[in-house]
């Protein structure tokens, strides 16, 4: 029954958890989710707004289109790198002018005046001139990451190249190096300062393109690789998977003709296009060029350039934090609570079966006590009735007053205790001697004392606010079952302080795990239940202790059996 309770309690409670922390969680995420979309539409604005500036600088150009290319080539990819956003830029007809793709930057020296360098870049499409066992190569160069600790340790490593022509705004390389670069100085916080560089034999890379002498050719440029930081906080390539994905949904044009209809409906004030996968969120939306749609003849709405931006998001990610403290926490109190409430389940349980048990024994003890007097009214009654030994009928009258007596005192003591069990008695409190009442009850007892031979002493004094009347129905009990329960010959002895009152009869000891139990009505040691008792005594003296507010208890001693309470 113990481990039902339990099971059922902890059941009871963990299901209102999970209730309870599935709906938190729908809304930390449902917040998290609505951020993360604020987010991204800020940072689409950011990113529409330097496509913008680019835009703008290249309306002198001869070839507006070609310089705008040339330009957003190798610019966008630095845009759009924090956090693995990709873009794309678009004409009015639809017409992909540029967008973010996975070439390397080239810096280069364009020209010279005088001691003046004027640096220009470029981008390189290393798959297109490489095989990709060397790309794959040259990549690991370019973003493997090395942990120098002293002087002379591998910082990192870098491609030159050696000659390349310039095809627009695309470089054609002839000869790629590799460069190991080491650490010479380092700051307080152990970061590399400065290190020193030492071109590499091998490995060397080649094209093996032959210009037929029309471009332009350079003798040095520098080579940057094209990552990205992602939303999870990681390095990623633009070559990946999740950035090759996101690319391809920008350059497929249903989807570009989709989210510009979706972004002129919503007036541009939430991503155009949402896409969901587990918790995966992916957002495209569109930036108008100088945040101006116009309106066309035909009732429609375009604008000069669209700049579409696009990136997902792991909602689970950010909130994840969060939601692992509270479900932690809250797991940790709802087990808590299901362990007190649980235990308090069981204690309950218990207390009514224990009060079942104490009914059930209440019952025949009440029978069994009443069983004897009245068996005997009944006997001396019908001798009465039917003149059997008319010379004992003075003996039979008698005995049928006795029992009438004994069964009035059974039924008295009942009430009593039931009264004060329900709090009907009030306390009539007065300053009582304690040495008084018990030289009265004492007393009361000497024929007893002298007949068993008892040897009885009082030692001490005191004085105590109580109840007289009930006090002395304490004390008369206590001494009452003393002299009952001590032995031919044996002793009594009563001590009085200043804040204890404790009697102590010479005797057979009470079993320790029965001590608990003898201030229950009717609880008897003997279970034969022999005796005039009405085994109510101990519970009338546990009740009026409680209702004064007294401590109280039975153990055994070396001097026997002490019964003792305390104010």
């Not at 005997?376 to 009438?404: D, F, M, P």
Request: charged letters at 25%; proline letters at 3%; aromatic letters at 12%.
């Amino acid at each position: 029954m113990k481990k039902k309770i339990y099971l059922r309690t902890f059941s009871w409670l963990m299901g209102i958890w999970l209730v309870f922390m599935s709906g938190f969680s729908v809304f930390v995420l449902s917040v998290e989710k609505n951020e993360i979309k604020r987010e991204f539409m800020e940072r689409a604005r950011t990113i529409g707004v330097d496509v913008e500036r680019i835009i703008n600088d290249c309306q002198g150009s001869e070839d507006k289109k070609v310089a705008i290319q040339k330009e957003l080539n190798w610019k966008i990819n630095s845009l759009t790198s924090y956090q693995g956003y990709e873009a794309a830029v678009y004409t009015e007809e639809g017409e992909l002018i540029s967008s973010t793709n996975e070439y390397w930057t080239c810096q280069y020296t364009s020209h010279r005046k005088g001691n003046t360098h004027y640096m220009g870049y470029a981008v390189l499409d290393p798959k297109k001139w490489f095989s990709a066992e060397e790309v794959a190569e040259m990549e690991e160069y370019l973003y493997g990451e090395h942990h120098p600790v002293k002087v002379g340790d591998l910082w990192h490593y870098s491609l030159d190249m050696e000659g390349f022509w310039l095809d627009g705004a695309e470089v054609i390389p002839d000869t790629i190096r590799v460069t190991k670069t080491v650490a010479d100085t380092f700051n307080e916080q152990g970061e590399v300062t400065s290190g020193g560089g030492k071109r590499l034999g091998v490995p060397v890379y080649r094209s093996n393109y032959v210009d037929a002498g029309e471009l332009p050719y350079y003798e040095h440029g520098a080579l940057q690789g094209n990552s990205v930081f992602t939303p999870d906080g990681k390095i990623r390539l633009r070559s990946d998977e999740r950035q090759t994905a996101l690319r391809e949904a920008l350059l497929d044009k249903p989807i570009f003709e989709e989210v510009i209809e979706a972004a002129i409906a919503n007036f541009m004030q939430a991503p155009a296009m949402e896409v969901r996968e587990g918790f995966t969120y992916r957002f495209i939306t569109p930036y108008p060029y100088q945040s101006m749609i116009n309106s066309q003849d035909d009732g429609s709405y375009t604008s000069q350039y669209w700049i579409v931006t696009a990136n997902e998001f792991n909602i689970l990610t950010g909130a994840l934090p969060i939601l692992s403290g509270v479900w932690i926490g809250c797991f940790a109190i709802f087990a808590f609570t299901a362990g007190i409430l649980s235990a308090q389940t069981w204690k309950t349980f218990r207390s009514r079966e224990e009060l079942e048990q104490q009914r059930r024994d209440m019952t025949q003890a009440i029978a069994h006590d009443l069983k004897t007097p009245l068996a005997v009214i009944s006997g001396y009654a019908e001798n009465l009735a039917e003149n059997v030994h008319t010379e004992k009928r003075e003996h039979y009258a008698a005995g049928i007053q006795e029992n009438v007596r004994r069964c009035d005192r059974m039924v008295r003591d009942m009430l009593e205790l039931s009264r004060m069990e329900s709090g009907g008695v009030k306390l009539a409190l007065e300053e009582v001697s304690l040495r008084e009442i018990t030289e009265e009850m004492m007393s009361r007892y000497e024929d007893v004392f002298f007949t068993k031979g008892i040897i009885w002493a009082i030692d001490g004094r005191a004085g105590i606010k109580a109840d007289r009347e009930l006090m002395e129905r304490v004390l008369d009990n206590l001494v009452s079952n003393a002299a009952a329960h001590t032995a031919i010959g044996g002793t009594v002895q009563v001590k009085i302080t200043e804040k204890r009152w404790s009697i102590t009869n010479t005797g057979s000891p009470i079993p320790d795990e029965e001590l608990p139990r003898i201030w229950q009505a009717y609880y008897k040691l003997d279970q034969s239940r022999t005796g005039s008792g009405s085994g109510l005594g101990l519970s009338i003296i546990r009740s009026i202790m409680e209702l004064h507010g007294f401590q109280y208890g039975a153990e055994n001693t070396e001097a026997g059996v002490c019964f003792w309470f305390e104010w």
